[in-house]
């Protein structure tokens, strides 16, 4: 299994967060064997090094039981996380790696940390995650050079490729904790060029200067990038505030309207041609009643707009308060039931209607799915009209062509009638040696 650093680092930071803090410090086994001549390793000295690695850990309180058993060839050692009601923390190590000193303390730092993220209550959701979890446990805790003399190794012809992640991997994440945990210079643990990024990021943590001028630089990027969107923001602003005029003054105006024509019929006055007027010329209106230029350039700013923040930020519900277009008093939307009503102000005196009917933007989807729908079919239906105006044209010529053609075929028969008989014999034989000679000749240069 390959993961890339930005992986690594980010179950890196999740122990770092869940286990508790402690001194980075590398593990120094107590047994030095040399896998060529040391026979076997005995499950004394095993459990001796174990309890020991233990504490390292942080699991000094426990007791080791480690033991050598006939295991699958797929595994190398095997635990029970949280099976240590005992006291003991039972492991089970392949006998088959008996003679092979490092891949037995790669195994029991692997399998010890199986038990230390089961008691820090780490448990991901996926169980081959578990692994990953274990394995970069295993560096982060300091086992780190155990795991890379232990996952490949080849004793006595013998070898032995242990581990779930991909051997580049170990390296980067050893570099990394080294580094950044205990201060170590990279020189010592560097990559190589095995990646460069990781390479070019410890080289700036390293160097003071180099982070001080990075920090400076990234905060003068970032800095621009969030400058110039809250320059579009009030410019937005801006354009909206000219909008909310144009629509206080049309407020006013309506309102004005609304009144006085209640007024005249109030007060008598409905005869007057002026009320008339009014009357006529909001009829007409409404009978215009297509979508206003301003809303449907606003409609498809906010879809937009709402669909930026919701692939940045994630699906937003927006606030469907009754707003006033004179004074901007805000209503809550429980306040009014939904549909369309006519409501006053009650901090202006403005009447206007409330439209409470919700604003989806998966309607206005459908719609502009709709018209592209539409726009599709009629763009098509275009282009077969078209197909089939060329198509027609094209029957039509080839008609004329042949009636013509026709019509001269009759006028060269009717023309061979009228000729005396002798005549019509000594054409008709012109005319099959002529054919005759065109196909020796065709023959010839067949041959």
């Known amino acids: 299994m390959f993961m890339s650093p930005k992986e690594i680092l980010s179950y890196l930071c999740d122990l770092e967060e869940k286990l508790p803090k402690r001194e980075y410090k590398i593990y120094k086994e107590s047994h030095k064997h040399n896998d060529y001549n ?262 498809a700013a906010l879809y937009n707009l709402y669909n930026d923040v919701k692939q940045r930020v994630g699906v937003v519900e927006l606030r469907p308060d009754v707003v006033c277009p004179s004074c901007g008093k805000r209503y809550p939307y429980r306040e009014i039931n939904k549909g369309k009503m006519t409501v006053k102000c009650g901090k202006c005196g403005t009447h206007f209607v409330a439209d409470t009917t919700d604003w989806s933007p998966s309607q206005v989807q459908r719609q502009v799915e709709q018209r592209r729908i539409a726009k599709q079919k009629k763009q098509q239906e275009e282009l077969d009209a078209y197909r089939y105006q060329i198509t027609a044209e094209e029957k039509a010529a080839a008609w004329r062509e042949s009636e013509c053609l026709k019509q001269e075929l009759t006028t060269i028969r009717e023309g061979i009638d009228k000729l005396p008989r002798i005549f019509r014999w000594a054409l008709k034989n012109y005319i099959h040696r002529q054919a005759d000679k065109v196909i020796k000749t065709h023959k010839t240069k067949e041959k």
């Open 38 to 299: 040391f026979s076997h390793v005995t499950p004394g000295e095993m459990n001796e090094e174990c309890q020991k690695m233990l504490a390292f850990a942080g699991m000094g309180s426990y007791k080791a039981d480690a033991r050598f058993a006939k295991l699958d060839d797929s595994l190398a050692g095997c635990t029970t996380p949280g099976d240590t009601a005992d006291g003991f923390v039972h492991i089970e190590v392949n006998i088959n790696m008996q003679d092979n000193w490092k891949a037995i303390l790669a195994t029991l730092a692997h399998e010890i940390c199986h038990q230390v993220i089961h008691l820090h209550g780490i448990r991901p959701m996926i169980n081959n995650m578990t692994e990953v979890y274990t394995e970069l446990c295993t560096i982060y805790l300091g086992f780190g050079q155990l795991i890379l003399d232990g996952y490949n190794t080849n004793v006595r012809g013998v070898k032995h490729n242990l581990g779930y992640l991909n051997p580049n991997n170990y390296k980067v994440t050893n570099h990394l904790v080294a580094v950044v945990c205990g201060g170590i210079s990279s020189q010592s643990t560097s990559l190589f060029g095995n990646d460069v990024m990781v390479d070019d990021a410890v080289r700036i943590w390293e160097s003071e200067d180099d982070r001080k001028e990075f920090n400076k630089k990234t905060l003068e990027r970032r800095s621009e990038v969030f400058s110039e969107t809250m320059r579009y923001i009030s410019n937005m602003e801006s354009l909206l505030d000219i909008y909310r005029q144009q629509l206080k003054q049309q407020a006013d105006k309506l309102d004005k309207d609304f009144i006085s024509f209640n007024d005249a019929f109030r007060t008598g006055q409905s005869r007057s041609l002026r009320i008339f007027n009014t009357l006529y010329t909001a009829y007409c209106e409404g009978q215009n009643n297509e979508k206003d230029g301003t809303n449907k350039v606003l409609e």
